[in-house]
């Protein structure tokens, strides 16, 4: 009878760890998706509010004024 009794114990804990275990996944799961959700969203925004930088082009500055350099 105690050897029942013993392995009945080490089943409830190992079960119980287990069901803890997935619970901890399940919000680090969670969080790690709600990161995505917002870096993607910053990045919507940055992509939208991107200003195109100066080319230079079109008139060219005199250099008369430094001939003799």
């Known amino acids: 009878m105690k050897?029942?009794?013993?392995l009945l114990?080490?089943?409830?804990?190992?079960?119980s760890s287990f069901a803890m275990a997935e619970g901890g996944a399940e919000r680090t799961f969670a969080?790690?998706?709600q990161a995505?959700?917002?870096?993607?969203?910053a990045y919507q925004v940055a992509q939208e509010q991107?200003?195109?930088s100066p080319v230079a082009g079109g008139k060219?500055?005199?250099t008369d004024d430094h001939?003799?350099?």
């Open 36 to 41: 995505g959700q917002v870096s993607t969203a």
């Open 3 to 6: 050897p029942i009794k013993a």
């Open 31 to 33: 969080r790690m998706e």
């Open 60 to 62: 060219v500055e005199s």
């Open 50 to 52: 991107k200003v195109e």
């Open 9 to 15: 114990v080490v089943a409830a804990l190992t079960t």
């Open 67 to 69: 001939a003799n350099c």
